[in-house]
């Protein structure tokens, strides 16, 4: 594994690790389908959560930032195929927690479905 892997895994832990604190429910991690992925899938209460992970420590850059809109279409996509795939008519929303040398940064619901 590569430092870059390595790093994305760590961040991935961390932010598993803060939503376990706040009361979430972790359900699954790294849920791929061809064309898409999702880092983090959690339960907070009845609401299904897709959470993107997005750790960077190079100066001036925001791990926010690197969120673009192609990558929001395919994190739709792959959420409506997940939760097609269990048959969920449960409420959802998109998360991203964003890491760096500032620390953690959770962003709730930062799109509409």
């Known amino acids: 594994?590569?430092?870059?892997?390595?790093l994305g895994r760590t961040a991935e832990d961390q932010a598993a690790e803060y939503l376990l604190g706040?009361?979430?429910s972790l359900v699954t991690r790294r849920f791929r389908v061809k064309g898409?992925?999702?880092?983090?899938?959690?339960?907070?209460?009845?609401?299904v959560v897709f959470v993107e992970v997005k750790v960077r420590y190079a100066p001036g850059y925001l791990?926010?930032?690197?969120?673009?809109e192609t990558k929001v279409v395919r994190w739709q996509r792959?959420?409506?195929?997940?939760?097609r795939r269990l048959?969920?008519?449960?409420?959802?929303?998109?998360?991203v927690i964003a890491i760096d040398g500032?620390?953690?940064?959770?962003?709730r619901h930062i799109f509409n479905a």
């Open 1 to 6: 594994m590569g430092d870059r892997q390595r």
């Open 22 to 24: 706040l009361g979430y």
């Open 78 to 83: 792959t959420a409506e195929e997940y939760m």
């Open 63 to 68: 791990p926010e930032e690197a969120i673009g």
């Open 36 to 47: 898409g992925e999702i880092d983090l899938v959690a339960l907070d209460g009845d609401v």
């Open 102 to 107: 500032n620390g953690l940064r959770h962003h």
């Open 87 to 95: 048959e969920d008519d449960r409420p959802y929303r998109f998360d």
